[in-house]
């Protein structure tokens, strides 16, 4: 019968919506924000397919130059791209800056967008109020 | 002006193909076997700098259009599932479509076909099933969105479901062009949260409407009709913007 198969649907979808919620609130705490570089001769090498930051850093192909965690019971740890005399390489740093910007607010649009999702499902099973 | 694309790949969403006017989605016979599991967003700038910044300005308007274009979809859905007072029963018209649908779930079957056993109504259900395990599917894998210029990689950033990002900067690549390729994240990521906001929009509709009907499990059943009125709305008002 559809409406079965459709409520197997909607349950399905407002439980896994209920363990992302879940799993936010378990990772939530804390956020990462790596930036790489590759060399040019590497480059070609990321045109085409899918990229394996893991096993692509592991290999020697790319290079972290600036790092960001941010443990939000208040610790940060933060490393900053220096070039060889030390100085700090401000262009990757910027960037850097500006990507752990937009991955908070990202984060917290992500929150309340899946929240209200998983509330909306779980008012089409009648399992909450309708309002 | 050489045309860009923004086209997303690694995920199909039924009777979505040009959702907000923002992603170009391959159509699903398109899909190949061994196509990437995890969605992806490969961003394919002009290759001038300030054609590129007016190819991502296009889409950030047609995003902002689109976003504009739900709220509407909701503020209508609430004047039906209110008693219709006000509303344009247009003959054709997404709001005479769910109306009809509405009473079609309200009559006896004595004098009315079952509708659900209704050809029309079956596949409705079916694309919404469908749609449903698309966006839960959707949302719960990594993204990756990749920005290309002149055929070459200006950045790639990876971003986990709990919002860890991971970038790779294009070799060379220059701070003008970094930035084209954090608007292009920033585009793809506001356009997936808007896909999220469509379905609490379709959920809390339908809720709304199941308070009218008497039919058992409305709520669930109503759903499809909700979702269908929704695309209606986005699309009639993508056509015929003054209706707004």
Same mark, same amino acid.
């Given at each position: 019968m559809a409406e079965v198969t459709l409520e197997e649907a909607v349950r399905k979808f407002a439980n896994d919506l209920a363990t992302k919620v879940d799993t936010f609130i378990s990772d939530v705490s804390e956020l990462e924000v790596s930036t790489y570089t590759t060399p040019a001769d590497q480059a070609e090498t990321f045109i085409k397919g899918e990229t394996d930051f893991s096993q692509i850093e592991t290999e020697g192909k790319l290079a972290l130059r600036a790092y960001t965690r941010i443990s939000f019971d208040g610790d940060a740890t933060v490393w900053v791209p220096t070039e060889a005399g030390g100085a700090i390489n401000t262009s990757v740093w910027e960037l850097h800056q500006a990507v752990v910007q937009q991955s908070l607010e990202n984060r917290t649009k992500m929150i309340q967008a899946v929240g209200e999702a998983a509330q909306s499902a779980l008012r089409a099973l009648g399992l909450t109020g309708s309002t | 002006m050489d045309e860009g694309r923004f086209a997303l790949t690694g995920a199909t969403l039924t009777g979505m193909d040009d959702l907000f006017g923002v992603w170009d989605v391959p159509p699903a016979a398109a899909v190949q076997f061994g196509a990437p599991a995890e969605p992806a967003w490969r961003v394919e700038l002009p290759d001038s700098r300030a054609e590129a910044r007016a190819f991502l300005e296009q889409k950030r308007r047609a995003l902002k259009r689109g976003e504009a274009h739900l709220a509407e979809a909701e503020r209508r859905l609430s004047r039906v599932a209110a008693g219709g007072e006000g509303v344009s029963f247009a003959v054709g018209g997404p709001e005479a479509e769910l109306q009809r649908a509405l009473l079609a779930m309200e009559e006896p079957a004595a004098y009315a076909p079952d509708w659900r056993a209704d050809a029309d109504r079956g596949k409705l259900f079916q694309r919404w099933r469908a749609f449903l395990d698309e966006v839960r599917a959707f949302v719960s894998r990594y993204a990756q969105v990749e920005t290309e210029m002149a055929g070459t990689l200006i950045g790639r950033t990876t971003v986990g479901w709990t919002g860890d990002f991971e970038v790779l900067?294009? *070799?060379?690549?220059?701070? %003008? %062009?970094?930035?084209? =390729?954090?608007?292009?994240?920033?585009?793809?990521?506001?356009?997936?949260?808007?896909?999220?906001?469509?379905?609490?929009? #379709?959920?809390?509709?339908?809720? @709304?409407? $199941?308070?009218?009907?008497? #039919? *058992?499990? $409305?709520?669930?059943?109503?759903?499809? $009709?909700?979702? @269908?009125? #929704?695309?209606? #709305?986005? =699309?009639?008002?993508? %056509?015929? *913007?003054?209706?707004?």
């Open positions: - | 900067l294009g *070799p060379g690549a220059t701070a %003008e %062009e970094l930035a084209l =390729h954090r608007e292009s994240v920033r585009l793809a990521l506001q356009s997936r949260i808007a896909l999220i906001r469509l379905l609490t929009v #379709v959920g809390t509709g339908a809720a @709304k409407l $199941a308070l009218r009907l008497t #039919v *058992p499990g $409305a709520q669930l059943l109503v759903l499809p $009709a909700a979702w @269908k009125f #929704v695309r209606d #709305v986005l =699309h009639e008002l993508r %056509e015929w *913007p003054g209706r707004q």
